[in-house]
């Protein structure tokens, strides 16, 4: 990632409904949410969740596909693990990289994982 992508990501992000909207699609998993039930779980009207998932996809972020007559949306874990690592680029001096990487076929998210990462 470069610093153009990573300034528009972090701008993204820097609101609260926005960060609250990624956060809440990044525990989904690639299965992602649709729109109806992103906005009454984060209790966003429509046409301001509209607005905000718009954000989110043109930092790159998320993901919108459709199925059938809805919209659904994921984060896109690629955008998220080169975010981590620019910004962690280099960590502690020592030209190493140490962001976690977040694989969500893995089983990241699940309840075993939080576990380890936090010990």
Sequence with gaps: ?????AIAA???LAQETRLALFRL???CG???LPAGTIGERLGVP???L???LAQLAHAGLIIQRRSSRQLIYSADYGAMNALLAYLTENCCGRDATCAPVCDPAAGCGSSETAKTTAA
């Design 1 to 5: 990632m470069d610093e153009k992508h």
């Design 10 to 12: 972090l701008g993204a």
């Design 25 to 27: 699609l990044v525990t």
């Design 30 to 32: 690639p299965a992602g």
């Design 46 to 48: 429509p046409s301001l």
């Design 50 to 52: 509209s607005f905000h």
